[in-house]
Nanobody
């Protein structure tokens, strides 16, 4: 079993930066890739960014790619989401997720961390 725990969210002002962390624990952790998603009130969950664990290749949503950066620290079993120039529309619960194999989708999800951006 894999446990994912997000941290780093909170209330901020527009233009501020935040770095979210997602720490994985459990059995030997070797995902195929990790991702960040977000869900705003009344909206569907949307993809934000993903990173392959082994090589570190990334994919980021067009809506945030100029401002958000995903990275990982394999030694710490942790994936990060650096968010700069935050906007009120970035307000959402942010979730990390792990895919443990190619074609399996996301197998594990964290509990989410709230990010609230005020203008």
């Amino acid at each position: 079993q894999v446990l994912l725990v997000e941290s780093g969210g909170g209330p901020v002002q527009a233009g501020d930066s935040l770095r979210l962390s997602c720490a994985a624990s459990g059995r030997t952790f070797s995902p195929y890739y990790m991702g960040w998603f977000r869900q705003a009130p009344g909206k569907e969950r949307e993809f934000v960014a993903a990173i392959t664990w082994s090589v570190g290749s990334t994919s980021t949503s067009d809506s945030v790619k100029e401002r958000f950066t995903i990275s990982r620290d394999k030694a710490k079993n942790t994936v990060y989401l650096q968010m700069n120039s935050l906007k009120p529309e970035d307000t959402a619960v942010y979730y990390c997720a792990a895919s443990m194999g190619r074609g399996t989708g996301y197998n594990y999800w964290g509990q989410g961390t709230q990010v609230t951006v005020s203008s």
